[in-house]
């Protein structure tokens, strides 16, 4: 397959990243999001802290992701996606296996919230959806939906096993267990990453013709890419950071919650991961089906009705479970999946079309502290609510009113002007994107 990536023989090499991807995303967002929530009862029980100082790794791990795309996002313009992937899933395997040794408060905070999250962001969001950016222009949408299917597949496959594995094993051999199937799942595909396809001879989207005046769009895309230091003078970064950084919150939050939450309300603990898998599963068969849609209509559009559909799912389930309608909570979960689906392929291809795929490593690493500063302490303040008032009910609508507001947003943010159009040799990209 490396030939191939230099040759541009056979299948082009594209595809097998949005595979290495797609299993690079199961593992990282596995292993973050949606493990934490299985082992919120059991720990918190046998460790007796609170559900808030349960909850503190996962907004410090948001501030640790954030420090972490912001160091290595230009980096990742310039050496490519590989070995922060290769050394981003051993980091995140050593942590997992010791979590399974963990007993103290401190202990815990460290491992999960610095070292997990550090090896997590090397492994996942950022890295993978540059180069997906880098390697796709006109079938962006697509390719970015279909590598991102990983991230809700983590859901069917990771949520109700570690349920199942803690019940059976225990959470401590559960934690050792991940680790090792973590490893051996992800270490291999991280392998085949490569950095752009001008390194190889090759063309966005598999063209063989971009010199004879066709694939004009990733022409333009490349030449008329922004700098971190131009994009960092233009409004719309920042606005896009409120706008997505509001839109985002609620997987966090759901993610960690929807097992303690639905078992507060009198469910068992296979009820609140089926919740999660009822989510997942049309949040990853959504994906492609949102990515076609990208890659032929207005993007921001579609941002506003996928973060519409989220506000709206949340207040189902919130008024379903109080209700004591199990079926309702079904169909809250069930429309919450849909809008998770369009999140991650309307985000990136938005921030990839608003300021060009040149320099989008250290562009997106620029915003990743200012976007996760949003999503880092929303998990935090559900625990804080919950433990204060006793249930989440409030907290949860809040969340719901951020996505609603975060939909009217994205509709009026305007795309930055760029300062040049004028072409530029790839060739130039490394060191101007260390700007």
Not at 109 to 131: C, D, F, K, R
Not at 133 to 161: C, N, Q
Not at 262 to 268: I, K, L, N, S, V
Not at 393 to 410: E, M, P, R, W
Request: overall charge positive; aromatic content about 10%.
């Amino acid at each position: 397959m490396a030939d191939n990536a230099r040759s541009g023989a056979g299948l082009y090499y594209g595809y097998w990243l949005i595979v290495a991807s797609f299993v690079a995303q199961f593992v990282a967002v596995g292993v973050t999001n949606y493990a934490a929530g299985p082992f919120l009862t059991p720990m918190t029980e046998e460790l007796g802290w609170t559900r808030a100082e349960f909850t503190v790794p996962r907004s410090l791990g948001g501030v640790v992701m954030a420090v972490t795309g912001l160091l290595i996002g230009a980096w990742v313009d310039r050496f490519g996606a590989r070995p922060f992937m290769t050394t981003g899933i051993v980091v995140t395997a050593v942590s997992l296996w010791l979590l399974g040794s963990v007993d103290s408060l401190w202990g815990w905070i460290a491992l999960n919230g610095v070292i997990l999250s550090a090896g997590a962001a090397m492994l996942g969001n950022l890295v993978v959806n540059v180069t997906m950016a880098k390697w796709f222009v006109e079938l962006r949408g697509r390719a970015v939906a279909l590598a991102a299917m990983g991230v809700s597949f983590a859901g069917i496959g990771v949520t109700p096993v570690l349920v199942w594995a803690i019940d059976a094993w225990g959470w401590r051999t559960a934690w050792e267990a991940l680790a090792l199937a973590s490893l051996a799942l992800g270490l291999p595909f991280t392998l085949l990453m490569r950095r752009s396809p001008e390194d190889h001879g090759l063309h966005p989207d598999g063209r063989s013709d971009v010199a004879a005046g066709r694939a004009a769009r990733a022409a333009a895309d490349y030449s008329g890419s922004m700098t971190r230091r131009e994009a960092l003078r233009s409004a719309s970064f920042y606005l896009l950071i409120v706008a997505f950084g509001l839109f985002v919150i609620n997987i966090g939050v759901m993610l960690l919650q929807t097992v303690p939450y639905m078992t507060d309300a009198g469910y068992g603990r296979g009820t609140g991961a089926m919740m999660i898998v009822v989510a997942s599963i049309p949040a990853m068969l959504a994906k492609p089906i949102w990515g076609h849609f990208i890659d032929r209509l207005e993007p921001k559009p579609l941002a506003a009705a996928g973060s519409a559909a989220t506000g709206i799912a949340m207040c189902v389930i919130v008024m379903s479970v109080s209700a004591g309608s199990l079926g309702g909570a079904y169909v809250g979960f069930f429309l919450l999946g849909v809008g998770w689906g369009g999140m991650i392929p309307l985000q990136e291809v938005i921030w990839a079309s608003f300021f060009g795929r040149r320099y989008l490593g250290a562009v997106r690493g620029a915003a990743l502290p200012f976007s996760l500063a949003f999503g880092a302490g929303a998990p935090l303040a559900v625990s804080w609510y919950h433990d204060l008032v006793g249930n989440y009910d409030g907290a949860l609508v809040a969340v719901a009113v951020a996505s609603l507001v975060a939909a009217g947003l994205i509709l009026v943010i305007r795309p930055p002007r760029r300062e040049s159009d004028a072409p530029v040799a790839p060739h130039a990209e490394a060191a101007r994107s260390l700007r």
